[in-house]
C-alpha cells in the first residue's frame, strides 16, 4: 500500500498564502477552460514558457508548434519568439509570447523573466525531459518543477497583494482540473499555472526494453499528475505526436478546442491530461524502496533503475571564461557594464527620492 500525503485544497491553500479558493473551483464549467472553441471577439496574449533537458527538442517543440520551417539552433540562454493567430476571420489577433530556457535546469534563475505579475495570469509552462535518456529525466523534472513552483509562489503573492480575486482564481482553476469529485484531490500538490510535461524523442523511446518503458511512464504519469500536469510523448518523426502536441499547445495559448483522449497504456505514447488519471489506475511502485511518500517511492524506484548523471555546471559568468578572450569586445563590454553600474544607481537614487 502506498502511503499518501495529504496535500488538497487545504494544502494548495496553505502553500500559496491562505487564498480564498472556495466556491468558483466546483463550476463544472472550470475543469477544461478554453476547452470549447473560443468564439469571442477579444484578442487572447499569453506567455508560453518552454524549460527542460539540453538537447531534448526543446526548439523543435516550439518551431512545429509555430509552423515555421527552420532549422533548430541550439539555445543558449532564455530566447524570445512569438506566434500570432487571426482571431474568427476578423482583423483581431491573438498573440502567443514563447520563452526557451536553454542550458538544461543550469540557468533556472532566469526563470523570473517570463513568469511576472503581468504574465501569470496568461501564463503556461512546458517541460520537456528526453526519453531517449532515463539517466537525466528526474533531475531535469525535480529540479524545474521546484524552480516553477518557488517562482510561481512568489509571484502569486505578490499578486495577492495587490489584486487578491485574481490571485484566487488563479488557484481555483488549478483545481478545478481536478474538481471536487476527483478520489486524488487530497493527495496531490498542484502547481496553480497550466503544466504540461513532455516526453520527447519517443521514436528512440519506443526501442528500450518493455520493463523500462513502463517504469518511465509510470513514473512520469505519477509526477504529472501529482503536479497537476498535462503529460504527452512527442517526436518530430511522428507526425501524429507532432499534432497532438501542437494541439495541446494551442490550447494553452490560444484557447483552441483541446482534445480529451487518453492513452496510457505503456506500449504507445502516453497522452493524459490534467485531472484524467488517477493514483489508483498508475498503480504502487514497490513496496520495498523505502520511502514514505508516495512520490519519494517513485523517486526511488527511477533512481534506483536509472541512477542520474550530474548535469555539467556552467562556470558563474560565462563572459569571463579565458578560453574566449577577445580584446576589443572585452573592451566595450567592460565599458557598458560601467555604463550600467551608473545607471543602476542612477535609478536606486531616483527610487529613493521618489519615496521621500
Not at 89 to 112: P, Q, R, Y
Not at 237 to 242: C, Q, R
Not at 252 to 257: A, H, I, N, S, Y
Request: aromatic share 8%; proline share 5%.
Amino acid at each position: 500500500v502506498v502511503s499518501t500525503q495529504s496535500t488538497g485544497s487545504s494544502g494548495i491553500n496553505a502553500e500559496y498564502g491562505g487564498m480564498d479558493f472556495t466556491g468558483p473551483f466546483l463550476r463544472p464549467s472550470l475543469i477544461f477552460p478554453g476547452a470549447i472553441q473560443d468564439n469571442s471577439n477579444k484578442p487572447v496574449e499569453s506567455t508560453l514558457f518552454v524549460a527542460g533537458a539540453k538537447s531534448a527538442a526543446k526548439t523543435s517543440i516550439i518551431l512545429r508548434f509555430l509552423d515555421r520551417d527552420e532549422q533548430p539552433k541550439a539555445t543558449t540562454a532564455l530566447e524570445y519568439t512569438f506566434g500570432r493567430r487571426t482571431k474568427n476571420n476578423t482583423m483581431l489577433k491573438d498573440v502567443a509570447h514563447v520563452w526557451e530556457l536553454g542550458g538544461g535546469v543550469a540557468l533556472s534563475n532566469l526563470i523570473e523573466v517570463p513568469i511576472t505579475k503581468q504574465s501569470i495570469k496568461s501564463l503556461s509552462v512546458v517541460i520537456v525531459v528526453d526519453l531517449s535518456k532515463p539517466e537525466s529525466i528526474w533531475t531535469t523534472l525535480e529540479s524545474l518543477l521546484s524552480s516553477v513552483k518557488h517562482r510561481v509562489k512568489k509571484v502569486l503573492a505578490e499578486l495577492k497583494s495587490e489584486c487578491p480575486s485574481d490571485a484566487n482564481l488563479l488557484v481555483a482553476e488549478c483545481l478545478a482540473r481536478y474538481g471536487a469529485d476527483h478520489p486524488d484531490k487530497d493527495n496531490v500538490d498542484l502547481i496553480p499555472v497550466p503544466l504540461t510535461i513532455i516526453g520527447s524523442k519517443y521514436d528512440e523511446f519506443q526501442n528500450f526494453e518493455p520493463e523500462k518503458k513502463k517504469i518511465i511512464s509510470k513514473t512520469l504519469r505519477f509526477v504529472a499528475h501529482y503536479h497537476g500536469a498535462h503529460l504527452c510523448y512527442y517526436s518530430s518523426k511522428v507526425e501524429t505526436l507532432v499534432m497532438k502536441v501542437r494541439g495541446l499547445l494551442g490550447h494553452l495559448v490560444f484557447k483552441t478546442q483541446l482534445s480529451k483522449s487518453v492513452m496510457t497504456d505503456h506500449t504507445k505514447p502516453i497522452y493524459v491530461l490534467a485531472g484524467m488519471d488517477a493514483i489508483s489506475q498508475i498503480g504502487s511502485p514497490p513496496a520495498n524502496v523505502g520511502s514514505r511518500s508516495a512520490l519519494e517511492q517513485w523517486k526511488g524506484l527511477f533512481l534506483s533503475t536509472f541512477p542520474q548523471e550530474a548535469e555539467a555546471a556552467m562556470p558563474e559568468d560565462p563572459t569571463k571564461d579565458t578560453k574566449y578572450n577577445e580584446p576589443i569586445i572585452d573592451s566595450v563590454r567592460l565599458q557598458k557594464d560601467e555604463e550600467l553600474e551608473r545607471f543602476k544607481k542612477l535609478q536606486e537614487r531616483k527610487m529613493r527620492e521618489e519615496a521621500r
